[in-house]
């Protein structure tokens, strides 16, 4: 039987080292991707917020919708929350940089985390943080050793694995699968997933993504008719002229991860998932 859920031992043992090093940080950078602020929040946040101000940052905002993403800054600034929206490869952080110094104690840099789910953009905001020619230092004083802190600009930032909550809905870990952030061949297969994200688009209206990228209408056929056909059209062909199912589903959800079908938020403020409606 498929997994369900991707959680590998790494990330339970990061999980026990940010949760050691926490009341030791100035600041923590949750990084979310702004497609889905929701589902890719980190299961540590709630926690984290407790004993140390949790900033969010908002990456890949230039593959979500504009108007969602508006809709979501709104959101998080009436629950008072700090919040960026970001296009982490333009590399414009300095209004960020100014607001996040004014924390910095007199006698020594800022200390920071950059957490998140994996595959959100943390390593490139934390080059971003310190400078791209980043320098590892050794053990703090008083502070949890056996992780990595990066030295720069004032700042001594420590990096964490991607962290995923193994309790959340299969149907989250489906959609993480979508943008990258889960393993679709652990959970179930890329065809399968595939089929799941071909399914969400026909629903929302947006096959036109796909029609205009790969010249593919809709005619009503079944979702793995329709996979076979963006197979085709990617060259996923094995002998005989099959399509190899698994490369087309492969190929079809990075091609949707990294943006190459055009901006497509996947959820909104206050929306229920279908698995919620009874």
């Known amino acids: 039987m498929p997994r369900t859920v991707w959680y590998p031992g790494h990330m339970a043992k990061g999980k026990r080292k940010l949760e050691e090093l926490a009341k030791k940080l100035d600041l923590i950078f949750e990084v979310r991707d702004a497609r889905a602020p929701n589902m890719t929040s980190s299961p540590l946040t709630e926690s984290f917020s407790k004993v140390c101000p949790v900033y969010i940052i908002l990456s890949r905002a230039d593959l979500a919708e504009e108007g969602a993403t508006k809709a979501w800054l709104h959101f998080f600034k009436e629950k008072k929350r700090k919040v960026w929206a970001l296009n982490l490869l333009e590399g414009k952080i300095e209004p960020l940089r100014r607001d996040i110094l004014r924390l910095r104690p007199p006698y020594r840099e800022l200390r920071v985390a950059v957490m998140g789910i994996p595959n959100v953009g943390k390593s490139l905001f934390l080059n971003l943080l310190v400078g791209r020619k980043r320098a590892q230092v050794g053990g703090i004083p008083g502070v949890t050793r056996g992780v990595s802190w990066y030295k720069g600009q004032d700042i001594l930032a420590v990096d964490s694995p991607g962290i995923l909550d193994p309790r959340s809905h299969v149907e989250i870990h489906r959609r993480l699968a979508w943008l990258g952030s889960s393993r679709p061949d652990v959970i179930g297969g890329c065809d399968a997933i595939a089929v799941s994200l071909l399914s969400f688009l026909r629903e929302r209206g947006l096959w036109r993504l796909i029609e ?16 076979e056909k963006i197979g085709r059209r990617l060259g996923c062909l094995v002998s005989g002229g099959r399509v190899d199912l698994a490369l087309a589903g492969q190929r079809f959800i990075d091609a949707f991860a990294t943006g190459k079908l055009g901006r497509v938020t996947l959820e909104w403020p206050g929306e229920r998932y279908p698995w919620e409606i009874e």
């Open 212 to 227: 205009d990228k790969w010249g593919i209408p809709d005619e009503g056929e079944d979702n793995l008719i329709l996979l």
